[in-house]
């Protein structure tokens, strides 16, 4: 979990999810990538809301938010028909 409001790893002091966290995510979601998604846009959510009540006049980047929570989760393709 990560040390909020700043939203750095407990462990290593990286912004989380670090690659440790993101190991771990991807290892406890292997079945259901779905639920992954749906957590991680709530976390992306509140880091958002923390990060712009800590730095009201710089907040953090949008797209380098979702980069750091969304866009590393790796994709699954749709089964194919036989």
């Given at each position: 979990m990560p040390l909020r409001p700043l939203?750095?790893?407990?462990?290593?002091?990286?912004?989380?999810?670090c690659?440790?966290?993101?190991?771990?995510?991807?290892?406890?979601?292997?079945?259901?990538?779905?639920?992954?998604?749906?957590?991680?846009?709530?976390?992306?959510?509140?880091?958002?809301?923390d990060?712009?009540?800590l730095y009201p006049d710089t907040g953090p980047d949008p797209a380098a938010l979702f980069a750091r929570f969304l866009a590393w989760v790796p994709r699954t393709r749709p089964p194919t028909e036989s």
């Open positions: 939203w750095l790893c407990r462990v290593c002091a990286a912004p989380w999810p690659g440790a966290a993101r190991l771990t995510l991807v290892s406890e979601y292997a079945h259901d990538r779905v639920a992954l998604n749906i957590y991680l846009c709530t976390v992306l959510h509140d880091a958002a809301a990060l712009y009540r």
